[in-house]
């Protein structure tokens, strides 16, 4: 079955520098890949996902990256403001379950 | 447009208590998911419905764990009896359907099991 390994799992940056986040995936059958970020006390919030047929997707501060024949893929944040410390999770799907990452605790230093 | 709405938020219950969840998706969504987050973890799926078929309860213990979603809208989770392994939070999320991938998650409840 699919396994996703995320890292780091906590990672610490100034606020205004950038923060990359990356995951690995191993069932080749994946074809989509969200992030999520949760915040406490809250439910996970989708804030960007891409599926296998393209390579990278932008919305404002955020991107990811996917690159399949290496079956890995990536949350850049740019630009970090303390809105966005939260913990942030990777899935990857195939069958329309999603196999989640461990996580990333995410800390912006003012 | 109303997000996915769960009851109740914080539930505090003593071991061999039966426990129950309850959760609306988005209005017009088909699938609706049931995880449970420990702490620290990724979510992990205990059952996917299709409208009011669930079809994929592989990960459901089905010893303690029950589910029912009678109108394909609403849906219930039940814990009998729960036990102190079981403390967690429970999400739900919901996806437009077959076709889509988008999960959109609640607010949870977070149980206690002392």
């Known amino acids: 079955g699919e396994n996703v390994e995320q890292h780091p799992s906590t990672l610490s940056v100034q606020e205004g520098d950038s923060a990359v986040i990356k995951c690995t995936y191993s069932d080749s059958a994946s074809n989509y890949f969200p992030w999520y970020k949760q915040e406490l006390g809250k439910g996970p919030q989708l804030i960007i996902d891409?599926?296998?047929n393209v390579g990278e997707k932008k919305d404002q501060r955020i991107a990811v990256t996917l690159n399949k024949t290496a079956k890995h893929f990536s949350l850049h944040i740019t630009e970090t403001q303390p809105e966005d410390s939260a913990v942030y999770f990777c899935?990857?799907?195939?069958?329309?379950?999603?196999?989640w990452g461990a996580g990333t605790k995410l800390i912006i230093k003012p | 447009e109303a997000g996915v709405v769960q009851s109740p938020r914080y539930k505090i219950i003593e071991k061999k208590q039966p426990v129950a969840f309850w959760c609306n998706p988005i209005s017009g969504h088909n699938t609706l998911y049931w995880y449970r987050q420990n702490l620290g973890q990724g979510p992990e799926l205990l059952i996917r419905y299709e409208n009011e078929e669930a079809v994929d309860d592989s990960q459901l213990p089905k010893d303690r764990f029950s589910a029912e979603r009678l109108k394909g809208v609403d849906s219930t989770l039940k814990i009998q009896p729960a036990e102190l392994g079981d403390s967690a939070v429970y999400l739900c999320?919901?996806?437009?359907?077959?076709?889509?991938?988008?999960?959109?998650f609640g607010p949870g409840t977070r149980l206690t099991v002392t």
């Open positions: 891409i599926r296998s």
């Open positions: 899935a990857a799907s195939s069958n329309y379950q999603l196999i």
């Open positions: 999320a919901s996806c437009p359907g077959r076709s889509s991938y988008e999960q959109y």
